[in-house]
Structures are given as structure tokens and as C-alpha cells.
């Protein structure tokens, strides 16, 4: 996957979503997209929130995302990606 790729999803009523690629990470051997919705919800004031999505292959070798279904897994990478994120954010501040 690339960053800056759109990827889109569908959800379980069979509608299309949108999202950029923002970044990929690697966790003990297992890569993981950080998604952002392209589409934001025109009644919510809110910053849209990324999502994290597990990558991985199905049987045609095809790559594939799919849920995290464990809880300590997605906290772990949730938490690799804040960090990443204050990193850059102190680079930033820093070049300034």
C-alpha cells in the first residue's frame, strides 16, 4: 500500500466509504493502515477520526484490511501511531 492511496470500504449495509492513506505501520511483523475518512459527516462539527485497519492476505494473495479483533493489539498499535504523531509534532515545533 501507498501513502496517499484512497482505499474504499464498504460497511455492513453495502455502502461506500472513502478514505486516504495516511500511513502504514509495522508492529512486530504485522503491517497496519491508518485511515482517514475523506467524506465528513455534514451535521458533525468534529474532526474526523483515523482508523486503523489490520493488512494482511486472502487466499489469492490478494491484500486485504480487515478489523483488529483484539483488544490489546489495537491499543498497542493506537498507541505506536500517538506516538509517532507528538514525534512529529515536536519535530514541527522544533523546525519553527
Not at 509495522?26 to 482508523?51: S, T
Not at 498497542?76 to 519535530?91: C, G, H, L, S, Y
Request: glycine letters at 4%.
Amino acid at each position: 500500500m501507498q501513502e496517499d492511496e484512497k482505499v474504499v470500504l464498504v460497511d455492513e449495509n453495502g455502502e461506500e466509504h472513502e478514505f486516504a492513506l495516511i500511513d502504514v505501520l509495522e508492529l512486530d511483523g504485522v503491517e497496519y493502515a491508518i485511515l482517514e475518512p475523506l467524506e465528513v459527516e455534514k451535521d458533525n462539527d468534529e474532526e474526523a477520526e483515523a482508523i486503523i485497519l489490520k493488512i494482511g492476505q486472502d487466499e489469492n494473495g490478494e491484500e486485504i484490511l480487515f478489523d483488529i479483533e483484539d483488544d490489546e493489539e489495537w491499543e498497542m498499535v493506537a498507541q505506536k501511531w500517538q506516538e509517532i504523531i507528538e514525534q512529529e509534532d515536536e519535530d514541527a515545533e522544533e523546525d519553527n
